[in-house]
């Protein structure tokens, strides 16, 4: 995976500038020394067709393309696409320099994480830690996640380390193609936070540490097992986690996490800042930026 974005990038060209066949709109003159004045966005199909030339050599290289939209930055194209099931990619493209980017938009300035803030303040999920916090701590997490599995150990340590912090645990299953039973998941794991919010945080963990042993076929089993082990009463666990209550609350805070543009989990918000890859980040340096967060509350 790691390859082929570098791919992407060292080429520095258009996924879909590689079919010269697709069909383009007319461009508009571009004023000089302006850039990204595309006037349309790449149908699903083209930018199929330009994925399979450029990456179709590969056998080994599958990709699934979740969403096509216009970018925050004028006149760019963002393609949310997935390789070999992996967290999705996003392509940023100029339509009319025909030419593209893979990577993360990063917020830049005085307060660049103000708007996110403001959305997070609808953060309702299971939390711990401080009643009145100096700031937030928001994960977006997905109980089939093997990267949320490495990092909720940590995401607890700094909730422990740091209790003038509100951690809130948000649900974001993934969706089915790539996790099959991480929906199930959020549903069971938000109803034991509604039945029982003290045994949120040891049910989860037990959904983590069991995650191996649990697939699409033997999930309803295994997770009202595992309600079981945690002294829950699993019938009625499993009779909420069915309810179309339940199902409006995950979609809820499934909604958040789109809003605030989350496509991969873990996604956590410090603050308001993104970080992305906890579990691949020093604990040393986790705790540096939680810190200069909190001395930069509300900025």
Not at 116 to 131: E, M, S
Not at 160 to 178: E, K, T
Request: glycine share 6%.
């Amino acid at each position: 995976m790691y390859k082929l974005i570098l791919f992407f990038l060292l080429t520095a060209s258009l996924l879909l500038a590689q079919n010269p066949n697709l069909p383009s709109a007319p461009q508009p003159k571009k004023p000089a020394g302006a850039t990204g004045t595309g006037t349309r966005a790449p149908s699903k199909e083209e930018v199929e067709a330009a994925l399979k030339r450029t990456v179709g050599y590969d056998p080994g290289v599958a990709w699934t393309v979740y969403d096509i939209r216009p970018s925050v930055i004028p006149g760019l194209t963002e393609i949310l696409v997935s390789f070999n099931k992996q967290d999705p990619a996003r392509i940023y493209w100029d339509p009319e320099s025909q030419n593209a980017v893979i990577g993360q938009l990063l917020p830049l300035g005085s307060n660049p994480y103000a708007a996110d803030r403001a959305k997070l303040k609808a953060a309702d999920g299971p939390a711990t830690g401080a009643q009145t916090p100096v700031i937030q701590m928001v994960e977006f997490s997905d109980l089939e996640c093997p990267h949320c599995k490495a990092a909720q150990p940590i995401m607890e340590k700094l909730a422990a380390d740091f209790p003038q912090v509100r951690y809130i645990f948000q649900q974001f299953p993934l969706p089915a193609s790539m996790h099959p039973w991480a929906m199930k998941g959020a549903q069971y794991s938000d109803c034991v936070a509604q039945l029982n919010p003290v045994a949120f945080w040891k049910y989860t963990d037990s959904v983590f540490e069991n995650q191996g042993g649990i697939a699409l076929a033997t999930a309803d089993d295994k997770l009202k097992e595992l309600a079981t082990a945690a002294g829950l009463d699993a019938q009625k666990i499993s009779t909420c986690a069915a309810s179309p209550h339940t199902e409006a609350r995950v979609k809820k805070s499934m909604d958040l996490g789109q809003s605030l543009d989350v496509t991969q989990t873990p996604t956590v918000f410090i603050n308001g800042r993104r970080v992305l890859a906890v579990a691949d980040i020093p604990y040393e340096q986790l705790k540096n930026l939680l810190q200069f967060e909190i001395n930069n509350a509300g900025k």
